[in-house]
């Protein structure tokens, strides 16, 4: 079975940290980019990070630039994504999902707009913060 799991949401204090893990199993992700998304309540899901194939680019939106940061080990066939210094805004469910191609999109935008191009989803998980 081709799967995607996310772990590592909570609920987390302002100003603190989570790492999210993407777990594969069933298929490699060495050959895919894989993405980072969220989903607020009565929101459009977008885009928060993607990484290449080979791990050695990757696209940020400015909303999380500097404090989320994706990386892979695609020996354990896992894709995370560390964020700091985390905001009641960045309150959300977090999917990973898989690209059908090697590469990030060109801009963190373009991520968000073709959703359709990401064609294995992990169910998601929560992600609060708040005091």
């Known amino acids: 079975q081709l799967q995607l799991v996310e772990s590592g949401g909570g609920l987390v204090q302002p100003g603190g940290s989570l790492r999210l893990s993407c777990a594969a199993s069933?298929?490699?992700?060495?050959?895919?980019?894989v993405g980072w998304f969220r989903q607020a309540p009565g929101k459009e899901r977008e885009g928060v990070s993607c990484?290449?194939?080979?791990?050695?680019?990757?696209i940020v939106p400015d909303s999380v630039k500097g404090r989320f940061t994706i990386s892979r080990d695609n020996a354990k066939n896992t894709v995370y994504l560390q964020m700091n210094s985390l905001k009641p805004e960045d309150t959300a469910v977090y999917y990973c999902?898989?690209?059908?191609?090697?590469?990030?999109?060109?801009?963190?935008?373009?991520?968000?707009?073709?959703?359709?191009?990401?064609?294995?989803w992990g169910q998601g998980t929560q992600v609060t913060v708040s005091s």
């Open positions: 999902a898989a690209r059908r191609w090697s590469t990030c999109p060109q801009t963190p935008a373009t991520m968000t707009r073709t959703r359709y191009e990401y064609d294995y």
């Open positions: 069933g298929f490699t992700l060495a050959y895919t980019a």
């Open positions: 990484v290449s194939s080979s791990g050695d680019s990757t």
